[in-house]
T-cell receptor
Framework: DQQVKQNSPSLSVQEGRISILNCDYT??????FLWYKKYPAEGPTFLIS?????DKNEDGRFTVFLNKSAKHLSLHIVPSQPGDSAVYFC????????????FGSGTQLTVLP | DTGVSQDPRHKITKRGQNVTFRCDPI?????LYWYRQTLGQGPEFLTY????????KSRLLSDRFSAERPKGSFSTLEIQRTEQGDSAMYLC???????????????FGPGTRLLVL
């Protein structure tokens, strides 16, 4: 049973436009959400996070929105750049002893020049 | 500022052999995690250390897998009697236990890609 889902395996966007990556979760205990970016043959790189007490967090070109009632979060990248092309993973955790991350299956973003 | 490092980056082995991977976390981080990632999937949690204590293990971690973190610094993950199904990317992450805040961000190493023939 996938607790974190990224239903779009791939997304193509024109350079300069907005990229919107979506993520849904089922476990209402999750209270901290993160987005990671991954290039081939590398480990995931942390991008941005959001706590469940907020509904928006912004860092430069990246903004994460959280809709707790819908159990949905999204990552907006504006403006998109060719260097943003990578696999993006949504991850979630909840308060407890381990804070282990539960990941979605990822979305391959391709930004076209 | 050195990040999380892992060694080796790649390992090819024959079925039935034992392999050991090493992870060096960010120096001030007291929490260390191991994950496994297979093709087309996100990383899956394997086990977690706080300092030298292994506090949680996933059901994915069969008896053939063992992890250690002596002295609360680097960690090793050993797979005994490897099987073809063990082929995956093994990722290590570290974090600092938050104080009053609940937010905790894990930083990942480059991973060790294992291929079992």
């Amino acid at each position: 049973d996938q607790q974190v889902k990224q239903n779009s395996p791939s997304l193509s966007v024109q350079e300069g436009r907005i990229s919107i990556l979506n993520c849904d979760y089922t476990n209402s205990m999750f209270d901290y959400f993160l987005w990671y970016k991954k290039y081939p043959a590398e480990g995931p790189t942390f991008l941005i996070s959001i706590s469940s007490i907020k509904d928006k967090n912004e860092d430069g070109r990246f903004t994460v929105f959280l809709n707790k009632s819908a159990k949905h979060l999204s990552l907006h990248i504006v403006p998109s750049q060719p260097g943003d092309s990578a696999v993006y993973f949504c991850a979630a955790s909840f308060s407890g002893s381990a804070r282990q991350l539960t990941f979605g299956s990822g979305t391959q973003l391709t930004v076209l020049p | 500022d050195t990040g999380v490092s892992q060694d080796p980056r790649h390992k090819i082995t024959k079925r039935g052999q034992n392999v050991t991977f090493r992870c060096d976390p960010i120096s001030e981080h007291n929490r260390l995690y191991w994950y496994r990632q297979t093709l087309g999937q996100g990383p899956e949690f394997l086990t977690y250390f706080q300092n030298e204590a292994q506090l949680e293990k996933s059901r994915l971690l069969s008896d053939r897998f063992s992890a250690e973190r002596p002295k609360g610094s680097f960690s090793t993950l050993e797979i005994q009697r490897t099987e073809q199904g063990d082929s995956a990317m093994y990722l290590c992450a570290s974090s600092r236990r938050p104080g009053l805040a609940t937010e905790e961000t894990q930083y990942f190493g480059p991973g060790t890609r294992l291929l079992v023939l």
